[in-house]
Nanobody, 123 residues
């Protein structure tokens, strides 16, 4: 069975940092792009960041660029999202996802969704 096990969420003050982890299993890591979507209360899901399991190329969405960094440990089939300079607008449930192609980063292109991990940033 495919599993995307996310962890690392929590409560942090504005300006603080968190590191999310996503442990993937049940599919060939190198065949997919792994990353994160988030959904804030009352808002649609939005793509945050993505990394290629094959060549490590990355994409970071504009709202978090310069503050969030995605990386991977292919030996452990694990993806990390380092989130710095967090602000209340980053409050959301963060979902680990996997999709085949990195050409489009849309919710409808996601093949696998993990359970979410809640990130709450207090002001």
């Amino acid at each position: 069975d495919v599993q995307l096990q996310a962890s690392g969420g929590g409560l942090v003050q504005a300006g603080g940092s968190l590191r999310l982890s996503c442990a993937a299993s049940g599919f060939t890591f190198e065949d997919y792009h792994i990353g994160w979507f988030r959904q804030a209360p009352g808002k649609e899901r939005e793509g945050v960041s993505l990394i290629s399991g094959s060549d490590g190329s990355t994409y970071v969405a504009n709202p978090v660029r310069g503050r969030f960094t995605i990386s991977s440990d292919n030996a452990r089939n694990t993806v990390f999202l380092q989130m710095n300079s967090l602000n209340p607008d980053d409050t959301a449930v963060y979902y680990c996802i996997a999709l085949r192609s990195g050409r489009y980063f849309r919710a409808e292109d996601v093949e696998y969704w993990g359970q979410g991990t809640l990130v709450t940033v207090s002001s």
